[in-house]
């Protein structure tokens, strides 16, 4: 299993930016996609997962991010509007193999590389 993280950068506060994560390996129907964040002098936190039949939120981005996956590409969007400098991380896209998500770092067995935002006040 491989996961690629990309999208990140440099916006404004109030901006959007759309984060992809291709998968390779796995069977969509199988995993969770989840994705997380590390700020910097910060430990890991969960944002948002999806699987092909429901999809999460970590009550902070509720309202301003959207996950979606598309099985066809093997692929796990995150779209994230109305960002906050709070939202300075960096984003990883990380895959559990089973039908349940979770929101744990340990329950999730492959990691990408992490892809960086940064949003400037």
């Known amino acids: 299993v491989q996961l690629q993280a990309s999208g990140g950068g440099l916006v404004q506060a109030g901006g959007s930016l759309r984060l992809s994560c291709a998968a390779s390996?796995?069977?969509?129907?199988?995993?969770?996609i989840g994705w997380f964040r590390q700020a910097p002098g910060e430990g890991r936190e969960f944002v948002s997962a999806?699987?092909?039949?429901?999809?999460y939120y970590a009550d902070f981005v509720k309202g301003r991010f959207t996950i979606s996956g598309d099985s066809a590409e093997n692929m796990v969007y995150l779209q994230m509007n109305s960002l906050q400098p709070e939202d300075t991380a960096v984003y990883y896209c990380?895959?559990?193999?089973?039908?349940?998500?979770?929101?744990?770092?340990?329950?999730?067995?492959?990691w990408g590389q992490g892809t960086e935002v940064t949003v400037s006040s």
């Open positions: 990380a895959a559990r193999p089973s039908p349940s998500i979770a929101t744990r770092g340990y329950a999730y067995n492959y």
């Open positions: 390996g796995l069977a969509f129907d199988d995993y969770v």
């Open positions: 999806w699987t092909t039949s429901q999809t």
